[in-house]
């Protein structure tokens, strides 16, 4: 059978061009599906999962209907793209913004956390696409620094989480300030929540595409369930499973408890960053870029991220907190196996979560029996593979002595510590720990460790990391320390 490409599908040919320098040649099915619709003009109604293809299914249509567009006016976008979280948003950007410098069209991104200054002074200048978060856009819309009434397209790109979030009311006085003949988009996973109060209120005419409801199963991805017996052999399994070559991610329930296990995990050598949100903007944009380029290879988040990350080859999620309902635990397991690639997904479970687990996992949809295991059973080796190489953390500069003025501070411990938050806590392997180091031995100095960072068994092989001895000083924090006001903490 042939295979559809871009070009058949009506997409021009600056922006097939494009697709190819990006390594991109066929179409997803929700792009094969939608494609020949939105280039028209219709209002589509996409239901796929995460990890479907779902982000060029609209900014392609965007950018090949605005192209033909006169000049662009101050504050007076063409386009518009709502996304619930500022990762997502900034996700969106990064796929749209070689499609639209085909057109030598410009995209401006915003969303709360960081100064307005810079959006502003984006949509003074002239904009054709806005891929924004609602909070912050209905800010600046309420300052008078952008109107929406010369949009044409609007996306709204995982309606169900804007749902969840709380964000319908925002969303709804937005595209009340949107021309009502415009060509309208939403793309969502589910209809619940009110999602399908917008799609009756704002799709006109539309058509909706379905390529696979949210608990259909992604064939390239391994659901495990590791049972332990408590919090002692949690945390073991949790740091074996983290010491693999490949990325990871882990998630967690709370903020504090993710900023906390990323910190347990550079002690234990193993580079990690969190992502969550109590960080500011640039330490998010820091951490992601972190992980995305592979400084570090773990990232332990909370459900902030369960949506709008896309990084290729993620080979294993792991619920290290069971997530609290089945949505949640199919949009973190959709960080993995994305674009066809494979993944695994193991959630952790304490005896007391058996329960709930087993009904998550039915409304998920997901069938696997449970497993238990210890940090060391041949199914969890199975998944770490081979062991990374220890990488020693970057040594936190000491506190201040009571009464010592701030400026009392050697100069080389202040830029150590500056050292320690640019690198996110870590150090690159010494001489002794190269990249190239054996994981079960050859390392010199320190006593001989488990994976767990406690001391080996006599004559048993070295599996583990290298850890530090209790006088060595604790490693820097992968947050960037400092408290944020509640106002930063909001995802829009």
Known sequence: MTETTFGALGVPAPLVAALDRAGITSPFPIQEDTLPDTLRGRDVLGRGKTGSGKTLAFTIPMVARLSNGGRRQSGRPRGLILAPTRELATQITATLAPLAEAYGMNVTTIFGGISQQRQ????????DIVVACPGRLEDLLQQRFLTLDAVEITVLDEADHMADLGFLPSVTRILNKTPDGGQRMLFSATLDNGVDKLVNRYLHDEIMHSVDDVTSHVE??????FEVDGVDAKRDLVHALASGTGRRILFMRT?????????????AGIPSVDLHGNLSQPQRDRNLAAFSTGDVR???????????IDIGNVELVVHVDPPAEHKAYLHRSGRTARAGSAGDVVTVVLPAQRSDVASLLRKAAISVAPERVTASSPAVLALIGEVAAYVTPAPRAAKPVRGQSQGGRSQGANAQRKRANRSGGYARPSAGHTAGASASGGRSGGQRRDRSGRPATSGAPQRGFTSYSTSTPAPAGTSGGGRRRAGRRAQG
Request: glycine share 6%; aromatic share 0%.
């Open 120 to 127: 502003v002074a984006a949509l003074k200048a002239g904009v």
């Open 220 to 225: 390239a991805m391994t659901h495990h369930v």
């Open 255 to 267: 903020k504090h408890h993710a900023k906390k296990l990323a910190r347990q995990l550079i002690d």
């Open 298 to 308: 773990v990232l332990v988040a909370t459900d902030v991220a369960a949506r709008g």
